[in-house]
C-alpha cells in the first residue's frame, strides 16, 4: 500500500517571504513523487516531480522540492511567494512500475499581500 | 502538443438518472487514462484507470463504471445516479515512457439533484 501525508490544511505567508508546503510519504518500493497545483474550478496542473537522481529537482513558476529518503519527505519550496501562488496544492506518490498514483488531500496556500 | 478534452463542465441531473462523462486526448499514443472525483474541493478519489483499450481497472466498487472503446477516449458512466455522486470529475492521462506525471483536463461539476 502507498499513501500521502499533507499535514497542513492551509499555509499562510506573506507576500515576498519563502514558502514551505510539507509531504511525507509511504512506499513499499521505491517512489516516483510530484507536486501538483490546482486553480478553483479548474484541473490539476503539474508542479515538478522527482524520478530518480539529484534529491532537489525544480519545476515550474520558480517552485522546488527536496527528496528526503530518510525521513520519507517531498516538501515543496519556493524563495519569495507571489500573491498568484495561492491556490491547492497535492503531493502524490507513485510506487515506481505500477502505474498508480496516491494524492494527498490538499494543502491551501495563502500568500497574504 | 498533447491536450485533454472533457465535457460537458457543468451538468445537473436529477437522482436516478443516467450519467455518461466523455474524455479524449489529443497528440499522444496508447496513454495510461484516469478518471477521479473530487468531492468539496480537496482530495482526489482515484475511480478507474486504463492501459489500453478494453482495460479498466476499478479502484471504487460503486454505482460507476467506465470504458475505453478507443486509444485516447475514457467514458465514465452511470446507469442510475445518487445524491452522493456529486463532485468534481477528472480525466487524466500520462506516458508509458518517459513522462510519468499525470496531465488533467479541466474537469466536470456534477450535482445530482
Known sequence: AQSVAQPEDQVNVAEGNPLTVKCTYSVSGNPYLFWYVQYPNRGLQFLLKYITGDNLVKGSYGFEAEFNKSQTSFHLKKPSALVSDSALY????ENRGYQKVTFGTGTKLQVIP | SQTIHQW???????VGSPLSLECTVEGTSNPNLYWYRQAAG????LL???V???QISSEVPQNLSASRPQDRQF???SKKLLLSDSGFYLCAWSGRIGNYEQYFGPGTRLTVT
Do not use: D, E
Open chain 2, 75 to 77: 467514458i465514465l458512466s
Open chain 1, 90 to 93: 497535492f503531493c502524490a506518490v
Open chain 2, 48 to 50: 478507474f484507470y486504463s
Open chain 2, 52 to 54: 489500453g483499450i478494453g
Open chain 2, 8 to 14: 460537458p463542465a457543468t451538468l445537473v441531473q436529477p
Open chain 2, 42 to 45: 480537496r482530495g482526489l478519489q
